[in-house]
């Protein structure tokens, strides 16, 4: 199914996300045919650009990550037009409506409009406010939705101002706050693998479940993007958001029907379930940490408080580890142990599901463990490990896995995240994007990690290329469970 015909003003055109993943997404989804011919792109931005200047900007990004054609390059960037705006200045947002009155008519819009937030998250609550000053966010003719990048606020406080701000020129139904990891197919399967099979959902719970690990490792480091990194840190960069999310996908009831309401409601009732974060659980149950220079590989890595941008004195976390728990019928008292990093030694994002084992071990005394890895990226897989006996005398049992791979289902056209979600806004489909009360539950929830760093808590070192603090470890290791460390690759059993 194609889109309606609509226009897509990205504010924040010549930035990062824009080359690297948004002209990209659109690029490809244009390719496979799924936007309708009668799609046009406005880029807004400060520089002095024109139509022509910004198509071969685009043209020269796409050349760098896609393969494509010259005709359809050519195609695709005819749809792409430019308008410098100063995007703090209300007046100035009046050189919208003549452009994107011409881009209606051309394209037969309806006045459809889908504006993207990319810009820096300073212009967040002036950008909505600028447009309703010259009318462009009423829906009198056509729809207008609004994408908000990450982050929705610093913390608690922000977050609702930053609400009430946008709430003031669109509503609810009208805004698209953008998780990524929301987007990726293997994210969303975690719904099917769970709802559509009879196979898992009796097990689902507290009374065959012994713990849930979840890791988000990363193996770079903040790259050129230690001035934005140290003003948020792995907590605020990846667990509030990303993490938080696919623990909710793990941890949620069955919605009602599939739409966005239905599914976003089970999402905050999750969110709002965690049990609140006490002292003695940011003091104990908590590890924060700060990668140092090592040698990886051969190569000299740098540590974190060497990277370009970031204060020599920083105390941004790189690292957290965190058990946490959620306070309802489904999953009283199971602990889920949810760890993130940069500088780790691979980039995976997996959940393993820890089984409870026999009540009695009749084989031997030590039962094979029952774990369902699902392995998120990179090398998407569904693992089962389980144990079986081992051939010849006696009765002894070994763990064996049986393993389904995403990539023999090669026949099926995935969508990145991008792609999908940005597609799923233009159809007016919000099931995937963060709802407000769930973004504030998750910063209720952090709140308390946030005062501890504030109050001086306790940032470990960790050698990058390692798996975190030695205090992660121990943090697991109290229950007698220690972490998966999982290899890039699903094949290399670890
Ligand atoms: C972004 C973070 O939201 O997610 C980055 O800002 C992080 O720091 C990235 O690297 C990870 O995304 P992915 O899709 O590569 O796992």
């Known amino acids: 199914m194609q889109t309606d015909n609509n226009c897509i003003v990205i ?30 792109v406005l880029g807004v931005a400060r520089s002095e650009l024109n139509d022509e200047t910004f198509r071969e900007k685009m043209r020269e990004a796409l050349l760098e990550t896609e393969e494509t054609t010259p005709e359809t390059l050519d195609a695709f960037c005819s749809h792409l037009y430019y308008q410098a705006v100063n995007t703090s200045d209300a007046a100035d947002y009046g050189k919208l409506v003549p452009r994107l009155e011409e881009l209606h008519t051309k394209y037969q819009t309806n006045g459809n409009t889908l504006y993207y937030m990319s810009t820096p998250p300073s212009l967040y609550g002036v950008i909505p406010e600028c447009l309703a000053a010259h009318g462009l966010n009423e829906e009198k003719d056509g729809w207008k939705r609004i994408i ?129 974060l006490t002292q003695d659980d940011v003091e104990h149950n908590l590890v924060l940490g700060q990668y140092t220079a090592a040698e990886i ?52 994002t997996e959940i393993v599901i820890h089984f409870k084992t026999t009540p009695h071990p009749v084989f031997s005394q030590n039962a094979p463990e029952n774990k369902l890895i699902i392995r998120i ?35 099926e056209q995935v969508l990145t995240a991008y792609e999908r979600l940005l597609l799923d806004a233009m159809k007016g489909d919000a099931t995937l994007f963060a709802r407000t009360d769930a973004v504030h539950a998750a910063w209720k929830f952090v709140q308390p990690i946030l005062d501890y760093k504030e109050a001086g808590g306790r940032i470990y070192e960790y050698e990058a290329g390692t798996w975190g603090p030695i205090a992660a470890e121990k943090l697991i290791a109290k229950s007698g469970r220690v972490w998966r460390k999982p290899s890039g690759k699903m094949k290399k059993k670890v």
Not at 262 to 276: F, G, I, Q, T
Not at 329 to 344: D, E, H, I, Q, S
Not at 382 to 409: C, Q, T, W
Request: glycine share 8%.
């Open 148 to 276: 908000v990048e990450k982050p929705f606020g610093y913390d608690e406080k922000t977050a609702q101002e930053l609400d009430v701000q946008i709430h003031r020129f669109f509503e609810e139904h009208q805004i698209y706050r953008i998780d990524h990891y929301l987007g990726k197919e293997t994210v969303q399967n975690l719904l099917v693998l769970r709802f559509s099979n009879g196979l898992f959902e009796p097990l689902w719970n507290r009374n065959y479940i012994d713990y849930v690990e979840i890791t988000g490792a990363e193996a770079i480091g903040v790259e050129e993007r230690g001035g934005y990194y140290d003003g948020s840190g792995a907590m605020r960069d990846m667990f509030q958001n990303h993490l938080l999310q696919v623990l909710a996908m793990v941890a949620m009831e069955p919605p009602a029907i599939i739409n966005a309401n239905s599914m976003r409601d089970e999402v905050a009732k999750v969110m709002h379930s965690l049990r609140p």
């Open 11 to 40: 504010f924040g055109a010549s930035g990062d996300l824009t080359h690297r993943k948004l002209i990209p997404a659109l690029y490809n989804l244009y390719k496979i045919g799924r936007l309708s011919e009668n799609f046009s």
């Open 297 to 348: 590989d051969g190569k000299e890595v740098k540590g974190y408080l060497q990277e370009k941008g970031v204060p020599a004195n920083s105390r941004t976390e790189t690292f957290m580890a965190l058990r946490c728990e959620i306070e309802n019928w489904r999953w009283a008292g199971v602990p889920f142990y949810v760890r993130t990093g940069k500088r780790l030694p691979a980039r995976v």
């Open 377 to 411: 990226q990179p090398d998407e897989a569904i693992s089962m490990r389980f144990g079986l006996k081992k051939p010849g005398a006696g009765f002894e049992a070994k763990e064996v896995s049986m393993d389904f791979r995403y990539a023999d289902l090669a026949d």
